[in-house]
């Protein structure tokens, strides 16, 4: 089992910055790729940034140059740099770790950015 904990969400002005982070416990060694996931009203989830066990990472066009995704393996964290916020990014967030071939997900947080 993994268990993952989102926090860092909130209101921002538009060209603003915030950082979430998304901690991980249960069976850490296990898992391949953690990811952040956005979900804004009515719209599907979507993938925004990855991570895999080795460090690659991988951006969504719309957040390239924007975003940083990194991690901390010595505090378990995973976490996401948002710079340039725009009002578009307005979602909630969520983390995501792959393992035991299943995805195991985060509770969520709010990114709103105001123009």
């Known amino acids: 089992q993994v268990q993952l904990v989102e926090s860092g969400g909130g209101l921002v002005q538009a060209g603003g910055s915030l950082r979430l982070s998304c901690v991980a416990s249960?069976?850490?060694?296990?898992?391949?790729?953690i990811g952040w996931y956005h979900q804004a009203p009515g719209n599907l989830r979507e993938v925004v940034a990855t991570?895999?066990?080795?460090?690659?990472?991988g951006y969504v066009d719309s957040v390239k140059g924007r975003f940083t995704i990194s991690r901390d393996n010595a505090k378990n964290t995973v976490y996401l740099q948002m710079n340039s916020l725009k009002p578009e990014d307005t979602a909630v967030y969520y983390c995501?770790?792959?393992?035991?071939?299943?995805?195991?997900w985060g509770q969520g947080t709010q990114v709103t950015v105001s123009s």
């Open positions: 995501a770790g792959e393992a035991f071939g299943r995805y195991y």
């Open positions: 991570i895999s066990s080795g460090g690659s990472t």
């Open positions: 249960g069976n850490i060694a296990s898992i391949n790729a």
